[in-house]
């Protein structure tokens, strides 16, 4: 077993940045200037399963989107945090509100604002094309871009590693 299985054993709550993770970081403006985001199905699903397991999901992110919020309601996400400018002194809230251990949080992010979270929380992930400081500051680095699965990724390996997964396929199919 390695040390990110042993991390992902206790891990209760998983808390995902936007942009960069749930979308390839890409901001599209339509004529209106109504802003425009593309997520990843596949993530989807597996931020479902997490859920289905026990495992509460929620967003930190810097900015604030319509889209973003559509989103969140469609896969029943309800701990919403926009516009936050300091995720590190957030997590204090969200540990205070949730009664977990900042050791039982999962955070995953790509870029500079989200080391001082990353650096509090139990498990860090970083995606593919993150910001290099913040692959090296990371438990684990994904294979999948961000917008390209890697939510995807940490989903199943969180719930294989605490034996999740054969029982989530089973009720799939």
Known sequence: ??????????????????DGVLTDGGIIYNESGKEIKMFNVRDGLGIRLLMKAGIQVGIVTGRSSEALRYRCQNLGITLIYEGVRDKGVLLNEIVEITGFHSDEIAFMGDDLPDLPIMRKVGFSIAVADAH??????????????GGAG???EVCEKILKSQGHWKKLMEQLF
Do not use: F, Y
């Open 1 to 18: 077993m390695t040390i990110n299985d042993k991390k992902c054993k206790n891990i209760k709550m998983v808390l995902l940045d936007v």
């Open 132 to 145: 290099e400081s913040v692959m090296e500051e990371a438990d684990m680095v994904t294979h999948a871009n």
């Open 150 to 152: 890697a939510v995807r």
